[in-house]
């Protein structure tokens, strides 16, 4: 088997209170390589026990992924949440060479290249979500800010202090930061 596309992250599933397979499309060895996060319409986070979702063992191994049950046996998320798929592969070398049963085994190898570049796109994928500085920016720096206030980024391309947290908690509108 080769890793045959990027894929590492299915994003925001919406649910609709009546869900309760999420499909994938990623390869996992086992099904402790997966990461279960949902998203409430409040903005709260939630990473899932594995105790709490049931993947077929039938989806192992899969080149083109597979599906979730979740929760198990229900009922469904509510209308409005957000479930994340994404692929955590334990960043373990299990496969010992030599052995004494001797012999030259390629597909051993390519195994294990497949899961060296599995772990290549999940670190990839995560470091994509970084800050990041310009090259040649010596301090690689984020600008110090006051408390309570938050960093955006300016018109050119810097972080900049943004002033203060001035959230009118009465209103629904909650204010995004980019």
Do not use: C
């Amino acid at each position: 088997m080769t890793t045959q596309n990027e894929i590492t992250i299915t994003e925001g599933l919406l649910a609709d209170g009546a869900i309760l397979n999420w499909a994938f499309e990623f390869y996992i060895e086992n099904a402790d390589d997966i990461l279960l996060v949902t998203l409430s319409p409040t903005g709260d986070y939630t990473e899932i026990a594995a105790d709490q979702y049931y993947i077929n063992p039938i989806f192992l191994k899969n080149p083109d992924g597979g599906q979730i049950e979740y929760p198990i046996g229900g009922p469904a998320l509510a209308a409005g949440h957000r479930v994340f798929i994404l692929r955590d592969s334990a960043f373990a070398q299990n496969t010992a060479l030599g052995g004494p049963q001797g012999g030259f085994n390629p597909q051993v190898l390519e195994g294990n290249f497949d899961r060296l570049t599995r772990f290549v796109q999940e670190i990839r994928r995560d470091l994509k979500r970084s800050w990041k500085t310009p090259f040649g920016d010596e301090a690689g720096l984020l600008p110090i800010v006051e408390r309570n206030h938050f960093i955006v980024g300016d018109g050119e391309g810097n972080f900049v202090d943004g002033g203060d947290i001035d959230f009118d908690y009465e209103d629904d509108d909650v204010p995004i930061v980019i």
